[in-house]
């Protein structure tokens, strides 16, 4: 967890590091289970979004990446 804790804009903000530069980033949470510097495994529960919608974003670095081709979401609707 490389950052969990309130932000200006996004009100409780989660940033998990992948590694390579790579990071995905988690806005409007109602709550956050987890502390900046914990080691996360996949199923672990990283907090809940109530009710706001929830902001994702893919990052490498500085940049925003297109996150729907990282879910697999490219195609149309």
């Known amino acids: 967890v490389a950052f969990s804790d309130r932000h200006p ?3 409780r ?3 998990l590091a992948h590694g390579g530069e790579y990071y995905s980033v988690y806005g409007n949470m109602g709550e956050l289970r987890v502390r900046e510097g914990e080691l996360v495994s996949e199923g672990d529960m990283l907090g809940r979004v109530e ?3 929830l902001f994702f974003q ?3 670095g500085t940049r925003s990446l297109n996150a729907r ?3 697999g ?3 149309n609707f």
Do not use: A
Request: cysteine-free; aromatic content about 12%.
């Open 73 to 75: 979401l490219d195609g």
């Open 58 to 60: 893919i990052r490498r």
């Open 51 to 53: 009710e706001r919608r």
């Open 13 to 15: 903000l989660l940033i």
């Open 69 to 71: 081709s990282w879910l």
């Open 9 to 11: 804009r996004y009100g």
